[in-house]
């Protein structure tokens, strides 16, 4: 995706010793809420309560999705995989990090962070391939530290101690993946950590800002912005992460503030409020992304109008949940390969040239101008993988392709390649296969110079269908 991110300082910021009341919706039927994680794709904010239920809530309109047991006792982390594949929960009794399905809870598998520290705010890295796990010996025996695992499958990579009674509560990393902050609930601070090895950058006390016992983070999406969740005076603490000085610091409309966790784009952050029943509060705060998505292509670019034909759609911006669409029809089975790629199906359209759309969950739209053909039934589709070669001592294009990947109602008779003047200077040139096997011909060049399209065609019984596309540049000087 292709986003810009600005300054999300507000108009009016508060100084440490100021208190706010942001709160912009209460979110109420809880039954004791702790940690909090939200999707990639912003749909949908996880709420994982004290008996270990996940409740699901639809982020557009605050209602309930649906829930499922997690088997955790007393979770104190929660965090959602970048691809959206996995929902990571921390088990304090158990020592363990589970792996469970987003939608259903269904177990993917666990680890166990070892005996004498019970793990807590987990944060995983950008590319969701590394997790940080700050260990609490507060509930054992062990010292307090954080170990860097394998998100996968929980293989120790690296372990950074800290002073006995420091008790490490969470960790957040930075968007770039280079700094990891964390929380020390004991030693009233929040450190700022290099993601490489451990060693401490800087660090933030609280006490200066008029907080204490700080517990769970979140980063704004561009991470200019830390969100500390603070015990003493219950509420928010705002911190620019340039500094550690304090923006905001939000208190009115908190009685008991325990976990948090930004959307998507960080336009609301959602603190849950460890009462009895309990609530999660949500809070505005400004939209960080502008998406830009963009069209560059479709591959194949045809197939019959009945649908059916599997394509790959290429350009920028693409996120999980995209719907791409063919002149209005949605194409079926979509799967995001990456933010440049989809895979699906089309399904039946009109016959003829037709836009192609992409569309993100936020809205956001890219189109490529008549970049597919629908193709009447009886007619083959386009030649595919078109190569077009120069020959500057005899003039010639040697021109060749791939059999369409449908062929209409009958058998190809013939392949046409078409040179086309990029000037319009010249007339088009030609070259016609004397069958409908033939995947090669060449075009004569009778006045070398101009630069030419060069595309295919292909003929059956019913007529001539769509030409290929892109069409192939050739400099024939």
Same mark, same amino acid.
């Given at each position: 995706?292709? =986003? ?12 440490? &010793?100021?208190? =706010?009341?942001?709160? #912009? ?12 994680? @939200? ?6 904010? !996880? ?8 409740v699901l809530i639809n982020a557009a309109?605050?209602?309930? /999705? ?13 965090? /959602? #995989? ?72 929980? @293989? ?20 770039? &993946? ?28 609280? /006490? ?25 005076? #219950? ?9 550690? =000085? ?8 908190f009685k008991s503030a325990f976990g ?7 336009? %609301? ?26 069209? %560059? ?9 009945? &649908? ?19 002149? &209005?029809?949605?194409?079926? =089975? ?16 009109? /016959? ?20 597919? @053909? !629908? ?34 109602? #009958? ?21 016609? @296969? ?44």
């Amino acid at each position: 995706m292709v =986003s810009s991110c600005a300054s999300t300082t507000n108009d009016v910021s508060q100084g440490a &010793g100021q208190s =706010s009341a942001p709160v #912009s919706k209460t979110i109420s039927g809880f039954d004791l809420p702790q940690v909090l994680a @939200t999707a990639p794709d912003g749909k949908t904010l !996880y709420v994982a309560q004290n008996d270990g239920t996940v409740v699901l809530i639809n982020a557009a309109d605050y209602s309930k /999705a649906g829930s499922w047991n997690s088997g955790v006792t007393v979770p104190l982390g929660i965090a /959602a #995989s970048p691809d959206g594949s996995t929902i990571y929960m921390s088990n304090r009794t158990a020592g363990t990090v589970l792996k469970k399905k987003p939608e259903t809870g269904a177990n993917l598998g666990s680890w166990s962070v070892g005996s004498g520290t019970a793990p807590a705010g987990i944060a995983l890295s950008p590319d969701g391939a590394t997790m940080y796990v700050p260990q609490n010996a507060s509930a054992g025996t062990g010292a307090d530290k954080l170990t860097v695992r394998t998100a996968s499958n929980g @293989t120790l990579q690296k372990t950074w101690d800290f002073k006995k009674g420091s008790r490490p509560r969470a960790a957040a990393v930075s968007p770039d &993946g280079k700094q990891v902050y964390v929380s020390f609930e004991g030693a009233n601070r929040i450190a700022v950590l290099n993601a490489a090895d451990g060693s401490e950058i800087t660090s933030w006390d609280l /006490a200066s800002l008029g907080a204490t016992t700080p517990g769970y983070l979140a980063l704004s999406k561009n991470g200019d912005r830390l969100y500390v969740v603070t015990v003493n005076p #219950s509420g928010v603490l705002v911190l620019n992460t340039k500094d550690g =000085s304090a923006i905001e610091k939000w208190t009115d409309g908190f009685k008991s503030a325990f976990g948090i966790a930004a959307a998507t784009c960080g336009q %609301t952050v959602f603190v849950s409020d460890w009462t009895n029943p309990g609530n999660v509060q949500a809070v505005d705060q400004p939209n960080q992304c502008v998406e830009t998505v963009t069209v %560059t292509g479709i591959n194949p670019n045809s197939g019959p109008d009945s &649908g059916g034909t599997q394509v790959t759609v290429t350009g920028s911006g693409f996120v999980a949940g995209a719907q791409v669409s063919l002149g &209005g029809s949605d194409c079926a =089975s979509e799967a995001v390969q990456s933010p440049t790629q989809i895979i699906c199906k089309t399904q039946a359209g009109k /016959a003829g040239l037709v836009d192609v759309t992409v569309k993100n969950p936020s809205g956001a739209t890219g189109t490529l101008p008549q970049g597919f @053909t !629908y193709v009447s039934g009886n007619l083959p589709t386009a030649p595919q993988a078109v190569t077009a070669l120069f020959n500057n001592k005899t003039d010639i294009i040697t021109v060749t392709w791939q059999a369409p990947a449908n062929q209409g109602g #009958s058998a190809i008779v013939r392949y046409t390649a078409t040179a086309t003047d990029n000037n319009a200077k010249t007339p088009d040139l030609s070259c016609t @296969t004397p069958n409908g096997t033939t995947l090669t011909c060449k075009i004569q060049v009778g006045n070398p110079g101009p630069r030419y399209n060069v595309t295919v065609t292909a003929t059956n019984g019913a007529g001539t269908g769509p030409a290929s596309a892109p069409p192939v540049d050739v400099q024939t000087k």
